[in-house]
């Protein structure tokens, strides 16, 4: 070897050519709990829109989609996206509407148009936007009441139009010949359907109007008109429709102008417009028609006159000349479900004052009724009835839902238990398809999926649409614990498998789990406490806090402590380290008292309340922890009042300030602290306006507190130290924030700078510098990052924010990391609110990527800084709430086997990423027995490179390449009984993004020659 290569510096590496510019995403660290969301309600149930071909157009959510336009035949391998009409995890919301031989016409959402009007055949190049039937990008309302029919080869369509008015158009299938009709306006407050019927080569139709009025059109604006004279008579809705046809005619249900009801029939003319049946002056409660090939049903439940007993529910039958077959006037003694039509004939059922149900089937005249279904109490009151292959079925409700179906053959019932129901019942031949709760999750799902029965158990099966279908639940992360050398735990709830304690290492998904812990609590706002005695301290503080735990790493040194609810935050704010003990704010499960103070040392045992029972003016609520000497001091409330106290740790040791100034109120105007010049300093607002004062008061570590300043002017809106140099922004009534140092020991300040009155600076420091985050505003329109030059010199922009895309409040600043990077979260249009990387060196913004697709937010959060890595939760719309990492590191692969007379594996190299760069390591599990030193190689990767003698009976190949810019990182002595490392601290180069080296360990062996591990490949920043 060349002792002068060996020598190289280490700043080669940051030389090396062949760079490439790359930038890295966010990457899931692992789908912790691939479980459905089980209690997502709010996920549409799935709807079938029609039938194309052997398949069905619906309407279902996806996680990558929303609610979209799929096809299927209700198995995964037959269920595909027709096309993402709105794109991303927003829905379009597609609604049928009608068709037109292979044209399918539906309403739909997109970002562009609103919801109007779009076409399909059933694919994805055959689906687009058809027509705007709304000016402007809002479009139909989406509850739009909307009907439609198809008649001599155009499709008629009627639908409520924003603004209160109902709008009738056609379209021959063509976007020239789809046209407006007509338009009417109606009073806002209304109700009912819209009915529509094919009268030949004309449209009878009708829509909530005062009073409801039939109209007749021929597909033009001249051929629209009243079938008769306004008033003349005013329309009622009947079930299952407001008309019927019945011997080329339309029949229906209505009032005259003197209030007295009749069935009507037309042929669309007014001349050929007649009563059929008077009825008179009644109080209607409902009506319902059924028309058969021969015959014609009518059902009328009406009041006739004041007293109930002159309730009647009458059933009539008419022949097509209108002479009478069947008249049973039922009063109050059967009520008749809704009409059916069975075997070509009516399917009338009843229910008693008995409260049992039977069947009777007629065809309109009383010799051809009879009795089709005996009397039964199987079911209460039936929803919907349906007919297949012979069969009645019945869909009923109530705790134990269930599909009766009976067979007229074998003269019995058949009982399908079924989920519990909501939304369309469609038809097709001899099955029901509906909407029920998906089983697939248990019980107590609140998710829908699509069902289809033929009336028998083995016939009736839950449609499955594959993955993705579902919201999935997320792991609700409690923790991520940055451990020793690369080592992260993740702690986590994974219903329904269980509490999780998970390891990760390295940059790659080096992922396993540790098994189940018992007890760890489902929370929202997770926190953890490392404390530098051993164990990490974890919990959440979601409503009332959360069961305080304890882990050293292990599963079996994971615990939930004693019954008590923290009060700790996510960052920290509410517990403070004390020699081997952590004192935090907690309260006991299942009592309505205030949080008190705890201390423990991570176990059972060890833990409980810092103060006894006969502690004077107890804290409440403490906040605001702050290490002070061997002391910690803290705000809390009293009986009295708000207060600042110090403790040693004990109860004897813990006490209220002495010779307190100043009455406290409210938490909010009781800010600090900050240690400076041997004392603890915080702010404190008075709330008595107009005579409200701004205070700066100091404590000693006695606990004595004497006002250091005080004025009427500005508010101390932060206090913040570096080194002995204290700062204070302070802000004016004219809302001008002012940057001020503070000299003692009087307090006196002096001014550096003014911020704008729209500014909000946010200071921090790195490398001793001042710096200040400007959030967007109306002066800035995109943030900005100020710095000084150290001291008590005033700021200069450094970094401003691009525009576009970035617009007012589009980011927030969370920490700084390593020595010219911070940590934001970026609100874009596009993206929402992500997390990204800010590099003050370079003036580059990098994002970690559009974690959740679109324009919704990740709400990333317990960010964690570990060794160039950085950790967080965040959610997706495929996983859920799980964890992520930034993968800042290298990842490799080995190229090529060492030589040995001991097999060496590849020694692991963490080069920590070149943008937060903090160290170049290496470690091994093993070396030769007779080597002597070790040499680790760092250059660019050479398969063929030079031979070195080697120590075993073939030689070693070299698989760095020598003849190109390399260094010798290190030298070690190895231990061939114990893993050896190396580490190296390297400076930031973001040059280093895309480049790949290779790196190897050479081992002089004392017998003579080398012997050499294998050799490894890596990419930086992939």
């Known amino acids: 070897m060349n002792p002068s290569r060996i020598a190289a510096p280490l700043s080669l590496l940051f030389t090396l050519p062949g760079l490439a510019k790359t930038q890295t995403q966010a ?185 409801r009025q039939a109209w007749i059109s021929d597909g033009t604006s001249a051929g629209t008109h009243l079938l008769l004279p306004k008033g003349q008579l005013g329309l009622t809705l009947s079930y299952p429709k407001g008309s019927v046809l019945f011997g080329g005619q339309v029949l229906f249900l209505a009032w005259d102008i003197k209030g007295n009801l009749g069935l009507y029939s037309s042929d669309g003319t007014a001349k050929g417009t007649r009563l059929r049946v008077p009825i008179g002056k009644v109080r209607l409660f409902s009506s319902s028609l059924l028309a058969l090939k021969s015959h014609l049903f009518l059902n009328l439940y009406f009041l006739q006159g004041s007293s109930v007993n002159s309730l009647h529910n009458l059933l009539l039958s008419f022949d097509r000349q209108f002479r009478p077959g069947l008249a049973m006037d039922l009063w109050n003694k059967l009520e008749l479900l ?49 007919l297949t292959y012979q069969r009645v079925l019945f869909f009923t409700e109530g705790p134990s839902p269930k599909i009766h179906a009976w067979d007229p053959n074998l003269q019995r019932f058949e009982s399908i238990p079924i989920g519990r129901f909501q939304g369309d019942f469609i038809q097709d031949q001899n099955r029901v398809l509906f909407s029920a709760l998906d089983l697939s999750f248990g019980a107590n799902t609140q998710l829908r999926a699509l069902w289809e029965t033929d009336g028998s158990k083995q016939g009736t099966r839950q449609w499955k649409f594959g993955k993705g279908f579902f919201p999935t639940l997320g792991s609700n992360g409690i923790a991520i614990i940055p451990g020793q050398d ?33 007890g760890i609590p489902k929370v929202t706002n997770p926190w953890s406490f490392q404390t530098r005695f051993g164990p990490t301290f974890f919990g959440g503080n979601t409503n009332g806090g959360a069961p305080v735990g304890v882990t050293d790493g292990t599963l079996k040194g994971t615990r939930i402590l004693p019954k008590i609810f923290s009060s700790v935050t996510e960052t920290g704010t ?23 103070l705890y201390i423990s040392d991570g176990t059972h045992q060890g833990t409980k309340p810092l103060l006894d029972k006969n502690f004077p003016l107890p804290p409440l609520e403490p906040y605001a922890f702050q290490c002070f000497g061997n002391r910690i001091a803290f705000f809390a409330r009293n009986v009295k009042g708000l207060s600042a106290y110090i403790s040693d740790g004990s109860s004897k040791g813990t006490t209220p300030m002495n010779h307190y100034p100043l009455p406290l109120k409210t938490t909010k105007s009781l800010k600090g602290f900050t240690f400076w010049g041997g004392q603890l300093l915080f702010h404190y607002t008075s709330n008595t306006p107009p005579n409200r004062r701004y205070y700066l008061l100091a404590m000693d570590p006695r606990g004595t507190t004497t006002i250091l300043h005080q004025e009427t002017i500005r508010s101390i809106e932060q206090l913040y130290r570096i080194g002995n140099t204290l700062y204070a922004l302070r802000r004016s009534s004219s809302k001008q924030t002012r940057l001020d140092y503070v000299q003692g020991p009087g307090a006196l300040f002096f001014p550096i700078q003014t911020f704008g009155q729209y500014d909000s600076p946010q200071l921090f420091n790195i490398q001793e510098r001042l710096y200040a985050f400007i959030p967007a505003n109306l002066r800035t329109k995109s943030f900005e990052i100020w710095a000084n ?24 600043f969370l920490f700084s990391l390593g020595t010219n990077k911070l940590l934001l979260q970026i609100n874009k249009p596009s993206q929402g609110w992500e997390p990204a990387i800010l590099n003050l060196r370079t003036k580059t913004l990098h994002s970690l990527g559009d974690i959740y697709p679109g324009p919704k937010s990740s709400k990333a959060s317990s960010f964690r800084y570990s060794r160039g890595r950085l950790l967080f939760f965040a959610t997706d719309p495929s996983h859920g ?99 050896w490392s190396w580490t190296r601290p390297i400076p930031n180069a973001p040059s280093l993004l895309g480049l790949t080296i290779t790196w190897q360990v050479v081992f002089p062996e004392r017998t003579g020659g080398f012997a050499l591990s294998n050799g490894y490949e890596v990419t930086f920043g992939k």
């Open 27 to 211: 990457q899931l660290i692992a789908d912790l709990n691939k479980a459905p969301n089980l209690s997502q309600g709010s996920i549409p149930s799935p709807r079938i829109l029609t039938k194309i071909g052997k398949s069905f157009l619906i309407s279902a959510w996806s996680q990558d989609a929303g609610v979209e336009l799929f096809r299927s035949q209700g198995t995964p391998q037959t269920t595909r996206l027709v096309q993402d009409i709105y794109p991303g995890p927003s829905s379009s919301s597609p609604h049928y509407l009608g068709r037109l031989g292979k044209l399918v016409y539906l309403i739909a959402d997109d970002p562009v148009h609103g919801r109007e009007l779009w076409v399909s055949d059933g694919t994805s190049l055959g689906t687009r936007f058809f027509k705007d039937l709304v000016p402007g990008s809002g479009g139909l309302n989406k509850n739009a009441s909307i009907a439609s029919i198809a008649i001599s080869g155009k499709l008629f369509f009627l639908f409520e139009a924003p603004g209160s008015s109902f709008q009738l158009w056609i379209s021959d299938g063509s976007t020239k010949g789809t046209q407006k009709i007509r338009e009417w306006k109606v009073p806002p407050s209304r109700g009912g359907e819209i009915d529509v019927q094919n009268l030949g080569s004309k449209l009878f139709f009708s829509f909530p109007d005062k009073p």
């Open 338 to 386: 809704p009409l059916m039509e069975f075997q070509s004939k009516a399917l009338l059922t009843f229910y008693t004052k008995q409260k049992t149900f039977f069947s009777v089937l007629s065809d309109g005249s009383p010799q051809g009724t009879r009795i089709l279904i005996p009397s039964h109490n199987r079911f209460t009151d039936p929803t919907r009835i349906f």
């Open 486 to 518: 690369d080592r992260v735990l993740l702690l986590t709830p994974t219903p329904p498998q269980g509490a999780g304690l998970y390891e990760f290492r390295g940059f790659g998904l080096n992922f396993r789990s540790l098994g189940q812990a018992p």
């Open 574 to 596: 509410k517990a403070v380290e004390m020699g081997d003990r952590l004192i935090f704010g907690a309260k006991s499960i299942g009592t309505q008292s205030n949080m008190v």
């Open 789 to 812: 030059n150290g001291g008590i010199t005033s700021l200069k922009r450094v970094y401003k924010a691009p525009l576009p895309p970035l617009g007012p409040t589009a980011a927030k």
């Open 881 to 979: 709430r799980e964890p992520w990492f930034w993968p800042t590191g290298p990842c490799g692969k080995p190229i090529g086997a060492g030589c040995s007379q001991t097999p060496l594996r590849t020694p692991t190299l963490q080069l920590t990423d070149p943008i937060l760069g903090t160290q170049l390591r290496a470690w091994g599990q093993d070396s030769p027995s007779n080597s002597w030193i070790g040499l680790l190689l760092i250059g660019h990767g050479a398969l063929n490179g030079p031979y070195l003698p080697g120590g075993s009976t073939q030689p070693c190949r070299l698989h760095v390449d020598l003849s190109r810019s390399w260094l010798l990182a290190g030298l070690f002595t190895p231990n061939n009984t114990q893993p």
